[in-house]
């Protein structure tokens, strides 16, 4: 059984169907497979957060969920979020606060704290911290990102005031 | 790195993930949500031939409160038990450490039964099913087996449980009126595996513990509840009584040394997270003798 199997899911709103081996996690198929960059690999053991995309709406580390788990599930990638322009004031926010400097980390943070500016449309900057506390960053240190993320909640509630 | 060959079967029901387990003994291992299963394969401590997915078995989710017990599924993930209203009312200690359990993305996938099967002795929920007096419900060929939690944990990532059984549900007695809960972890970064944490459940009687189950962790090979805990029940916890339970707890506990923090160090720790709990519990805002606060 450690032979290739057949998988059908939903991919950035395209199905996908692909044989892939058990041992293949959903961050190499979305690369590898995919081609879908935008999902980085770090540390491949959960602690990096690097590799974060949406299953069914929620976040999840892709380095820790097999391809095959993901069989009829819905996955969204930061190519996804940015096509549809979901993330674009997040995106600008970011450049605007030099919160990015390599941007490794950059995909993963803005698939975070879009996730939280779901939940919680006015976050607090601890409730932030809280929340992105799964990903790290070598750069920029997090207050610049704190601060992006602080500003497009602002952003968003005046808009919809 | 990532995960050595493995073969892959979707278990289609309890009885179906039952079979793969007998026929294939230690050289399978269940995957539920993955999030400590995962990491440990990726990083090749263990390569198993075989892995039992139990992920699409709504028979193993869910929250559901019957007669005086609540009775959570295996497969309930961790977003689910911090959303839980029911979990809430009548478990408020385990909403309370849900949010102390890694992050976000993480929670999104990791469940109850994975986290208690793995059995890390740093991990937040064993020590809650202690403090909680939880009854862990486990199922074989042979049919249900209920083991107390304290005879659940056995050592480091080491159960009650064999190889040809599955961790089904948990069931916890509900929180009466007058009880009290304390949860508190100190890690170096928050969502990192503590290096010493408490989960602690009470009965109060006006200002006296009429019950204290003090669930430690990170502390030792498995989580601890700790036998000082009657040293404060049924009588007047002045500063000379919760100085010499903190002395007994400092006594009873055999911490590891580790890169994280020594012995010593976890032990005085522990000392520290009793100070707190206890005038907490009490409902006193001065924290007691016995200990730095």
């Known amino acids: ?161 | 790195m990532k995960a050595s060959a493995f073969a892959y079967a979707r278990a289609t029901s309890v009885v179906n993930a039952l079979e793969l387990l007998v026929a294939h003994g230690d050289k399978a291992k269940v995957l539920s949500g993955g999030q400590s299963l995962m990491p440990a394969m990726n990083l090749r401590l263990i390569s198993p031939e075989l892995i039992v997915d139990i992920g699409e078995l709504a028979e193993l989710r869910g929250i559901a409160v019957r007669g005086d017990v609540l009775i959570i599924g295996a497969l309930t993930r961790h977003v689910d038990l911090a959303r839980s209203p029911e979990i809430a009312a009548h478990a408020p200690l385990l909403t309370e450490a849900i949010a102390h359990v890694a992050h976000p993305a993480i929670r999104n996938r990791g469940t109850l039964g994975g986290s208690l099967a793995h059995a890390d002795p740093a991990s937040e929920l064993p020590a809650c099913m202690l403090a909680l007096h939880a009854t862990i419900v486990v199922r074989g060929q042979a049919g249900e087996r209920r083991i107390a939690a304290e005879d659940f944990f056995t050592g480091i990532y080491e159960t009650a449980l064999s190889a040809q059984e599955l961790l089904v549900a948990v069931e916890l007695p509900l929180a009466q009126k007058r009880s009290a809960h304390f949860f508190c972890e100190f890690a170096r970064r928050h969502g990192d595996y503590a290096i010493a944490g408490l989960a602690a459940q009470a009965t109060v009687e006006g200002d006296v513990f009429a019950d204290l189950r003090l669930a430690f962790f990170a502390v030792g090979d498995r989580p601890i509840l700790a036998r000082a805990a009657k040293k404060l029940v049924n009588v007047a916890v002045t500063p000379a009584v919760l100085s010499d339970a903190s002395a007994a707890l400092a006594e009873e506990l055999d911490p590891l040394d580790d890169q994280q923090a020594s012995a010593s160090m976890r032990r005085h720790l522990a000392k520290v997270l009793l100070a707190r709990c206890v005038p907490a519990l009490l409902g006193r805002t001065q924290p007691g003798a016995g200990g730095p606060a």
């Open chain 1, 1 to 161: 059984m450690t032979v290739p199997m057949l998988i059908c899911l939903d991919v950035n709103g395209e199905d996908v169907e692909a044989q892939v081996l058990p041992r293949l996690n959903l961050a190499d198929f979305l690369r590898e497979h995919l081609q879908l960059t935008g999902t980085h690999v770090g540390c491949e053991h959960g602690v990096c957060g690097a590799c974060t995309v949406r299953v069914n709406g929620e976040i999840v580390r892709s380095c820790l969920m097999l391809a095959v788990q993901a069989h009829g599930a819905s996955v969204q990638t930061i190519e996804g979020l940015s096509d549809s322009g979901e993330v674009a004031d997040l995106q600008a926010a970011f450049r605007d606060r030099n919160a990015l400097q390599c941007g490794f980390c950059t995909p993963a943070m803005l698939m975070t704290a879009q996730d939280l500016l779901k939940q919680h449309a006015e976050p607090d900057r601890e409730q932030i911290r809280q929340h992105l506390s799964g990903n790290y960053c070598r750069c920029t240190g997090y207050q610049a990102i704190i601060d992006a993320v602080e500003t497009t909640a602002r952003q968003r509630m005046g808009r919809r005031s």
